[in-house]
């Protein structure tokens, strides 16, 4: 429950900001790289940055230590009284082996403490950037207008939220260590070896030139080739989602080899396009092995000479063998590094594009308390146009007084459903101004004016769990009283009392336990515990039975009475009681009036009424 209450809270808080744009995204048409705009990501996080970094370099130089205790072994025991050790003050060879002993023990301790220290910093540090950009990712998406999630997919957002934020992840927690402690490997190697022998130096770095070039070659053509990848598991992803909601619609139309075939074919696509970078990542090391094995002869035979004409010491000759072998080596995990940071850097830009998606509908700044709204509604030339559609609204011009009941009515795709959504401000006005008590609402505080207002949709949504968390749903904390009072007036207390836990029956995932008048009428009831000042029923009752409807009408009559109701129907009895009852005809009023008249008038609303009570043409009207 406190988890609950604390998400909700974070929810609240972050719906009042309105975050600043975002630098460095396509959405601003200035192209930043991925590791460039991850690292502003980490920005918050600089101090367990540093310190992880810190504890990998350390980690790698005590990694490096045991080749230096081998080189030092061996000149004891081959120069035992002349040793190096020796000129420090320990002559017997006893005491120098007792002296590496010791030394032994301090390093592995070393090693092992900071590799634990930056396995928790770079983990800890990649499960709070994977958290944070979750809830950041959800929660600029909720900003977004409508249009956006309608031109975009539901599976491949979910992936973006999911499996690209998962990947970054995977990368903060071993990538990013392991590059560092390749970097730390070359130098500190690097720099050992020019001291003792330039030579042998010059020779081991002699493929490393190779192996950059190679590294630098395949990220340009893996790059390209991980973006196609991530692509292809967002549509999957995309088939999937899709597929598993519309699971009754594939299998009453016995679908189900027609659905399986297409999935074939997006898995297939993944399949095809990460093989392709499969071949390319994995010709990588084989590659690299064969320019470090070179270089690994030259040092033997080179050193060996070195060793035997006494230009070096047999213990630095050990020393300079096994430290080649650090050095060369690990440039092999190279591929495998890459490949991880190409797979990152891909899904770390589809992740930053998100977030870098404009707001088209930010929140205004006047603040608008619930008690003080008085539902005057006023539509003032409003000319609205779906995307890549034409105008479905021209100069529409609708005025509703405060407290009253207005019926909307008309053909599918006249517009009714619309003005609903520009009053929410779920959609942009291309022209025109919608005012609520005289203020254009586009300066009001958005959570404000949404919560002023109540929809009851056509497409009723349910959230997974029980009957009063969904009628709470949006009057968070509720007293169950409350809540049985709003379930009364919805018509709905008597069903769920038949439930088998009553009002914690658990209603399933969008509420598919309930029919589709239980679900409208849970519907009803939370929006009617929220006693907003205005109330949207866009087809509220359309799923529920004639006598249902019925009792339901008879509550509403006491509910809409002091707030001001937009009721849209097909059905025209649901509106015949109205104030008001405005008759939409292609985005415009062509009729408008009371019941009685409109039907007197012998218009639209009259011909729309003679179709639903079944008379022929020449049959009278019953007023």
């Known amino acids: 429950m406190a988890t609950a209450i604390a998400r909700r809270g974070w929810a609240a808080r972050s719906a009042e900001v309105s975050r600043p744009p975002r630098r460095g995204g396509s959405a601003t048409g200035h192209r930043v790289s991925g590791l460039a705009r991850l690292l502003r990501q980490l920005q918050p996080h600089r101090r367990t940055v540093v310190l992880a970094s810190l504890c990998s370099i350390l980690n790698k130089l005590f990694d490096l230590a045991p080749p230096v205790l081998i080189g030092l072994a061996v000149d004891v025991v081959v120069k035992q009284n002349t040793s190096w050790l020796a000129s420090l003050g320990w002559q017997t060879v006893p005491s120098q082996l007792a002296i ?15 590799e634990y220290l930056y396995g928790v910093l770079w983990r800890n540090l990649a499960q709070t950037v994977q958290h944070e950009l979750r809830l950041e990712g959800y929660d600029h998406l909720q900003r977004l207008e409508m249009a956006f999630f309608e031109a975009g997919s539901s599976g491949q957002l979910l992936t973006i939220l999911n499996d690209d934020i998962n990947q970054l992840e995977r990368f903060l927690d071993h990538g990013a260590n392991e590059v560092l402690q390749l970097i730390t490997t070359v130098v500190a190697i690097g720099t050992a070896m020019m001291v003792l022998s330039p ?21 340009r053509r893996l790059a390209p080739l991980y973006a196609d990848v991530r692509r292809r598991a967002a549509d999957l992803s995309s088939r999937l989602t899709n597929n598993l909601g519309g699971m009754l ?11 399986l075939g297409r999935l074939a ?17 994995a010709a990588f090391v084989p590659l690299i092995r064969f320019a470090i094995l070179f270089a690994f002869l030259a040092i033997l035979v080179i050193g060996g000479l070195q060793a035997w004409q006494g230009v070096i010491a047999v213990g630095t000759y050990s020393f300079l063998v096994f430290i080649t072998q650090r050095l060369l080596w690990p440039l092999t995990t190279l591929g495998r590094t890459l490949d991880d940071y190409q797979r990152a850097m891909a899904s770390t830009d589809r992740v930053l594009n998100l977030l870098d998606t404009p707001v088209a509908i930010p ?29 479905l609204l021209r100069q529409f011009d609708l005025e509703i007084p405060a407290g009253s009941t207005i019926g909307i009515v008309g053909a599918t795709g006249s517009g009714k459903s619309t003005i609903v959504k520009l009053l929410l401000r779920l959609y942009s006005l291309q022209s025109g101004a919608i005012l609520l008590d005289g203020l254009p609402i586009e300066t009001l505080r958005l959570t404000d004016l949404r919560r002023a207002i109540a929809l009851v949709s056509q497409e009723v949504f ?3 769990g029980t009957v009063a968390e969904n009628i709470a749903y949006g009057s968070f904390g509720a007293p169950r009283a409350a809540i049985q009072r709003a379930a009364l007036l919805a018509e709905a207390d008597a069903f769920i009392q038949s439930l088998p836990r009553g009002y914690e029956t658990v209603v399933g995932e969008r509420g598919q336990r309930l029919s589709g008048g239980q679900r409208q009428r849970l519907a009803l009831a939370r929006a009617l515990l929220k006693d907003p000042p205005v109330l949207i029923l866009d087809e509220a009752t359309a799923a529920v039975d004639n006598e249902t409807e019925a009792a339901i009408q008879a509550s509403l009559e006491r509910v809409t009475a002091d707030r001001t109701t937009l009721v849209i129907a097909h059905r025209l009895s649901t509106v015949r009681h109205a104030d008001r009852i405005v008759v939409m005809e292609q985005g415009r ?20 009424w003679r179709v639903q009570a079944g008379l022929r043409a020449d049959e009278p009207l019953r007023l």
């Open 100 to 114: 590496l002993a010791g030394l032994s023990f301090v390093i592995w301790t070393a090693e092992s403490l900071f």
């Open 199 to 219: 030579t042998v130096a010059g020779v081991s770095f002699l493929p490393i030139p190779v192996i950059l070039w190679g590294s630098l070659h395949f990220q």
């Open 249 to 259: 619609t594939i299998k009453s139309y016995a679908a189900e080899s027609w659905e």
């Open 265 to 281: 074919e997006d898995s297939e696509a993944y399949r095809l396009s990460n093989q392709r970078a499969i071949r390319l990542s």
């Open 363 to 391: 929140s205004g700044e006047r603040p608008l308390p619930r008690e003080e709204v008085a539902g005057h509604i006023r539509f003032q030339a409003v000319t609205f146009a779906y995307s890549g559609r034409e105008p």
């Open 462 to 464: 349910l959230f997974p």
């Open 589 to 608: 009023i062509c009729e408008s009036g009371r019941h009685d008249d409109l039907l007197a008038a012998g218009g639209a609303y009259a011909s729309l």
